[in-house]
């Protein structure tokens, strides 16, 4: 916890004596304003003079991946996409003019510092991404890569220890954990004003797309976020993990629910439904021994997707039914995407590793895989990576 917060959660808890309460106390209403809950990887400065190549230039490419760099004033150098109609978009679209059908020509040609690699996970494509960061961590070019890491345990382990034994920086694009809602619910759980945590949940109705298809990995693909975000609340992962995946009907889709259970006898919960077509919506509620937070998470797409307008809503258990919304200052896109980036840039040439990187990303991953055990085997499961999040 830094100084700043540690300060405001004791002045918020104690009207500014020395000491914190015996018993967990909501924050007075007034004090929860002058809390800063934006990540500091979007108000640190941002480096723009490296060098960045795409690797991949599909869907997410235009919409998270180069508004976030045209936030920053950053154009990547180069791309490499074998699809001569996604390099014709990079050039119209983003004024990319370096492009490549090979990115093995790519990192050859070009001097980069950053690849960042947006390949598909599934269609047999993990082990591409285990050799792009294998080729980049040779070179010394330090990696972004789109989640869910990889398909495969042994796939994720290599992708961390490649990038460890080359010595370069690795960050993981889990954007969700940044998302502002989300990631306000995680700044309050950490200046102390909900008392300790009791139990959370994230419920996703997501009315669209490729989720609801029987040929995707909905699992894999898209409850990886929640997974994330519910470790970025608790701070480490659960104990045990128990799924259930429910029928996957042709034409009309499925619904994942899941328990987590910590150390401490907290428990949380999540409810992916690719089924529903009538409800779009990002919802999740963290409750705390002296208060609750709730809120919706928006994925600002265009205008027929669109959910509800995203909120942030702090509850003291005391007095009851008192409540105030939170003024959230950032959007999901691009800012969770720059977020991601922004702090491996932020990264480069210190000692740091970005936040969703290494032993971090080992664990939503390792929690992901004990869901899909369960999942298959219908018991609960403990993850097979455990420890606490670093701050
Ligand atoms: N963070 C998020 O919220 C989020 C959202 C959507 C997708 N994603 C992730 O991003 C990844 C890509 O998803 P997408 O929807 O953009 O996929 P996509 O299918 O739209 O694009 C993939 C691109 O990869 C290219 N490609 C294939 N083989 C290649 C190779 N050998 N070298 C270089 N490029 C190659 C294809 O030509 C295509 O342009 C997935 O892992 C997905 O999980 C993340």
């Given amino acids: ?8 959660r004791r002045k918020m808890l104690t009207g500014g004596s020395d000491d914190l309460p015996d018993h967990p106390q909501a924050a007075n209403l007034q004090d929860l304003l002058l809390l800063d809950l934006m990540p500091p990887p979007l108000t640190l400065p941002i480096p723009d003079q490296y060098r ?3 690797v991949a230039a599909g869907r997410i490419v235009h919409s998270g991946v180069m508004p976030a760099y045209r936030a920053a004033g950053i154009t990547p150098l180069a791309a490499a996409d074998p699809d001569p109609a996604a390099r014709e978009a990079l050039r119209a679209l983003w004024g990319v003019d370096r492009l490549y059908d090979d990115y093995r020509r790519m990192l050859d040609e070009e001097e980069l510092d950053v690849v960042d690699v ?17 080729e980049a961590a040779a070179r010394g070019i330090s990696v972004v890569l789109a989640k869910p890491v990889a398909e495969t345990w042994e796939q994720c ?12 920086k690795l960050g993981v694009d889990f954007n969700t954990r940044y998302a502002p809602a989300f990631y306000g619910c995680r700044g309050l759980i950490k200046a102390g004003v909900l ?17 609801h298809t029987n040929a995707f990995d909905a699992v894999h693909d898209v409850c990886v976020h929640a997974v994330d975000v519910i470790q970025s609340w608790f701070g480490e992962a659960p104990v045990g993990v128990y799924g259930n995946w429910s029928r996957r009907v042709d034409g009309i889709g499925s619904v994942l629910s899941a328990t987590f259970s910590f150390a401490d006898g907290a428990n949380a919960s999540m409810l992916f439904d690719f089924a529903t077509r009538h409800r779009r919506q990002f919802e999740f509620i963290a409750v705390g021994e002296a208060a609750s937070v709730d809120g919706l998470q928006d994925q600002e797409l265009p205008g027929p997707s669109r959910m509800l307008r995203a909120s942030l809503r702090y509850g003291p258990h005391e007095p009851r039914g008192s409540a105030l919304e939170l003024p959230l200052q950032y959007a999901l896109s691009p800012q969770s995407y720059l977020a991601t980036r922004a702090d491996l840039l932020q990264c480069i040439g210190t000692d740091r590793q970005p936040w969703a990187g290494g032993e971090d990303i080992l664990r939503s991953m ?3 895989f004990a869901l899909k055990e369960s999942i298959r085997c219908g018991l609960p499961v403990e993850p097979s990576v455990q420890g606490r999040q670093l701050d």
Wanted: no cysteine.
């Fill in 1 to 8: 916890m830094s100084d700043h917060v540690a300060d405001l």
């Fill in 52 to 54: 960045v190549g795409l």
């Fill in 118 to 134: 947006n390949l598909r996970w599934d269609v047999g494509l993990s082990p591409l991404r285990v050799e792009v960061v294998r």
């Fill in 157 to 168: 382990r290599e992708i961390v220890e490649l990038a460890s034994s080359g010595g370069i």
């Fill in 195 to 211: 008392g300790p945590l009791i139990s959370a949940s994230i419920n996703y109705h997501s009315a669209l797309g490729r989720q």
């Fill in 366 to 368: 390792s929690t992901l």
